[in-house]
Nanobody
């Protein structure tokens, strides 16, 4: 069982930066690949980024490549999403998710646990 709590969301102007954090409970955090997804009003939840259990592999959706960076600190049971050069279209609720024994996936169905989400709003 893993509980996930996101933080770091907020209101930022276009071109600005935010760093999201996702703190996980439990002693087996390093057994999970982790992902970030987002959901804008009226839209489906979409994949943003994922990272393997070791941090050795990362994956990004095309729209955030070069702007967002996913990382993890297994000693702190935390995964991060550094978001730079933010755009209004990045506005959404951002969720982290855990995939037991996974290598990182863009598929929502692959993930076993989800956080409650944190709001990111980018003004133009």
């Amino acid at each position: 069982q893993v509980q996930l709590v996101e933080s770091g969301g907020g209101l930022v102007q276009a071109g600005g930066s935010l760093r999201l954090s996702c703190a996980a409970s439990g002693r087996t955090f390093s057994s999970y690949a982790m992902g970030w997804f987002r959901q804008a009003p009226g839209k489906e939840r979409e994949f943003v980024a994922a990272i393997s259990w070791s941090g050795g592999r990362t994956y990004y959706t095309d729209s955030v490549k070069g702007r967002f960076t996913i990382s993890r600190d297994n000693a702190k049971n935390t995964v991060y999403l550094q978001m730079n050069s933010l755009k209004p279209e990045d506005t959404a609720v951002y969720y982290c998710a855990a995939d037991y024994h996974g290598m990182g996936s863009a598929r929502r169905s692959q993930y076993n646990y989800w956080g409650q989400g944190t709001q990111v709003t980018v003004s133009s």
